[in-house]
């Protein structure tokens, strides 16, 4: 089945600087790849998601990248704000009726005033 | 984005009982619901993925016994967690797919119910 690596596990920027956080996963097979940011307490929320026929995505400070021959996908944060402090998941996925998502362990953010 | 409510939101119990708690999706029909639970600090963690008029399927390690999941219609699902007891402590969150357009292919969370068994 498909396995999701996240890294870091924390990570920690000052305001205003840039925020990367890389996963990767196993199942070739996988096709479509949200992330998902998630508040103390709170549900996950989508932020950005990327199909696998699609190299990168950019949704204003918010860009995801993806390597299919690598199998890994990268999520980068510009312009970092104290309101982007939160955790982020990255998942994995076949693109298909019914089909779960694999979560990665996630990264929790903190950004430093 | 389309809706989920869970309920209840918080729901402390004595071990032995059994918990019932609800995933409602509020604006579209949910063929799939999957129910995951998640530990202080750590991630998302399926348990079962909750079809409607069938059976769930239920991952690898988690008692179907246990956690009771019926899945009644297009916008209910519901996980009963029988015997509860303190290791069952937990924040519990479904999620539910719309299926209106296959091509859609984001989930939509629910608050989430936290359980606390004493």
């Known amino acids: 089945g498909e396995n999701v690596e996240q890294h870091p596990s924390t990570l920690s920027v000052q305001e205003g600087d840039s925020a990367v956080i890389k996963c990767t996963y196993s199942?070739?097979?996988?096709?479509?790849f949200p992330w998902y940011k998630q508040e103390l307490g709170k549900r996950p929320q989508l932020i950005i998601d990327?199909?696998?026929?699609?190299g990168e995505k950019k949704d204003q400070r918010i860009a995801v990248t993806l390597n299919k021959t690598a199998k890994h996908f990268s999520l980068h944060i510009t312009e970092t704000q104290p309101e982007d402090s939160a955790v982020y998941f990255c998942?994995?996925?076949?693109?298909?009726?019914?089909?779960?998502?694999?979560f990665g362990p996630g990264t929790r953010l903190s950004v430093l005033p | 984005g389309a809706v989920v409510s869970q309920h209840p939101s918080r729901v402390i119990c004595k071990s032995g009982t059994s918990v019932k708690i609800e995933c409602r999706s509020l604006?579209?029909?949910?063929?799939?619901m999957f129910w995951y639970r998640q530990f202080p600090k750590q991630s998302l963690m399926l348990m079962a993925t909750?079809?409607?008029?069938?059976?769930?399927?239920?991952e690898q390690g988690v008692e179907k016994d246990k956690f009771l999941i019926n899945h009644a219609s297009l916008t209910l699902s519901t996980l009963t967690v029988t015997s509860a007891h303190p290791e069952d402590s937990s924040f519990y969150i479904c999620?539910?797919?719309?299926?209106?357009?296959?091509?859609?292919?984001?989930?939509?969370f629910g608050p989430g119910t936290r359980l606390t068994v004493l």
């Open positions: 998942a994995a996925s076949i693109q298909n009726y019914g089909q779960n998502f694999v």
């Open positions: 604006d579209f029909q949910a063929t799939t």
């Open positions: 199942d070739s097979a996988s096709n479509y």
């Open positions: 999620s539910a797919r719309d299926f209106a357009g296959l091509a859609t292919s984001e989930q939509f």
């Open positions: 990327i199909r696998s026929n699609v």
């Open positions: 909750s079809n409607e008029g069938s059976k769930a399927t239920y």
